[in-house]
Antibody, heavy 120, light 114 residues
């Protein structure tokens, strides 16, 4: 079955960097658009970045633009999020998300999430 | 950016009763060329990632119980749980996918048992 497993979260100081990974299985990764969506503690969902199947289209929310970089390695069935210049407000659970193959703005599968805590 | 606003923020409904959540977008999410509303609904239970319930404003995802229904067009949308079950306790989010990504969610509506 479809599985998405995030890793790489943890505690980091303000201004620091972290790289999240999402390893997927159970589907042909290279066919699907993927995203990172985050959720601050006790708060709602924020779609922060999106990458097309062949990496030709990438988008970022204004809140992370210039600081975060999404990428993927279709040969390794993996999605990444490089996070630099981290701020306290980046503290959140970060979900790896797979779009529906046709309706790309709809997420059909989510990982369990990885917690990123930015604190001194 | 398209802003999604849900109401209420929370509601308590008796088991077996109807629960209704509304979602309003700051601009229309109806695409005139295909007459589709680019609006989805998700359910998030405590400690779990969200789960897709509805897309195209009213199309139930496979496996979603038919007590969940949704309607609306343009800027005003509704999610209805016709007969609330204990397992429906969750936070519900609407999300637009009309604009260029990244897309936006409503703030969420918490549904509890009265």
């Amino acid at each position: 079955q479809v599985q998405l497993v995030e890793s790489g979260g943890g505690l980091v100081k303000p201004g620091g960097s972290l790289r999240l990974s999402c390893s997927v299985s159970g589907f042909t990764f290279s066919d699907y658009y993927m995203s990172w969506i985050r959720q601050a503690p006790g708060k709602g969902l924020e779609w922060i970045s999106y990458i097309s199947s062949s990496s030709e289209t990438i988008n970022y929310a204004d809140s992370v633009k210039g600081r975060f970089t999404i990428s993927r390695d279709n040969a390794k069935n993996s999605l990444y999020l490089q996070m630099n210049s981290l701020r306290a407000e980046d503290t959140a659970v970060y979900y790896c998300a797979r779009s529906q193959i046709v309706v790309r703005g709809v997420v059909t599968n989510w990982g369990q999430g990885t917690l990123v805590t930015v604190s001194s | 950016d398209i802003v999604m606003t849900q109401s209420p923020d929370s509601l308590a409904v008796s088991l077996g009763e109807r629960a209704t959540i509304t979602c309003k977008s700051s601009q229309s999410v109806l695409y005139s060329s295909n007459n589709k509303n680019y609006l989805a609904w998700y359910q998030q239970k405590s400690g779990q990632p969200p789960k897709l319930l509805i897309y195209w404003a009213s199309t139930r995802e496979s496996g979603v119980p038919d007590r969940f229904s949704a309607s609306g067009s343009g800027t005003d949308f509704t999610l209805t749980i016709s007969s609330l079950q204990a397992e429906d306790v969750a936070v519900y989010y609407c999300q637009q996918y009309y604009s260029n990504p990244p897309w936006t969610f409503g703030q969420g509506t918490k549904v509890e048992i009265k």
